[in-house]
């Protein structure tokens, strides 16, 4: 768990809010990572099959905004199916997810929250706009403007 705690928990805290998510996401790949041992092959590095496993989480948290403590065990028959994509593909896709993630958290917080609440939590805006007491017309400003910076950013991304 020392030896790879950093990595899991770094990627943890560009995907969630507060550092107490992270934490605990941190902690729940880990008691799952022991509890399903038996599942690792050895075909891949130990820590590639761990970053699986909390990737395939951190996709489920955000697709069915759900709470982090639900059923494991779907995730983990994924990661030992061979029939899913390859290593390469998941990790060139996790570079994509965490590089979007890194952009957001540049963002302005005014900016930041609203991206989020509306593109990984599938929340209406005018939810957003009760839900943080702002005019439904300011949050569509921010989400315009952040998602014009994040165009702008990722341009360089590629780019450079």
């Known amino acids: 768990m020392k030896r790879y705690q950093g990595m899991v928990h770094s990627q943890a805290r560009k995907a969630f809010l507060s550092e107490e998510e992270a934490e605990d996401f941190t902690q729940d790949v880990f008691i799952k990572a022991y509890e399903s041992l038996s599942l690792f092959r050895g075909e891949a590095q130990f820590s ?15 697709k069915k905004k759900s709470h982090i403590f639900t059923d494991w065990s779907e995730d ?3 990661v030992a ?24 958290a540049k963002l302005p917080k005014s900016y930041q929250l609203p991206i ?11 939810e957003i706009a009760n839900d943080l007491n702002i005019k439904l ?13 994040l165009r702008k950013w990722w341009s360089h991304e590629i780019e450079g």
Request: proline letters at 3%; aromatic letters at 8%; charged letters at 30%.
């Open 48 to 62: 590639t099959w761990l970053f699986q496993i909390a990737k395939f989480r951190l996709t489920k948290v955000n």
């Open 76 to 78: 983990v028959a994924t």
């Open 81 to 104: 199916d061979k029939s899913k994509p390859s290593v390469a593909d998941i990790l060139d896709k996790e570079e994509t997810h965490l590089t979007l993630h890194s952009l957001i």
């Open 116 to 126: 989020r609440l509306h593109y990984f939590e599938n929340k209406p805006l005018k």
């Open 137 to 149: 017309g300011t949050i569509k400003s921010h989400i315009s403007r952040g998602k014009d910076l």
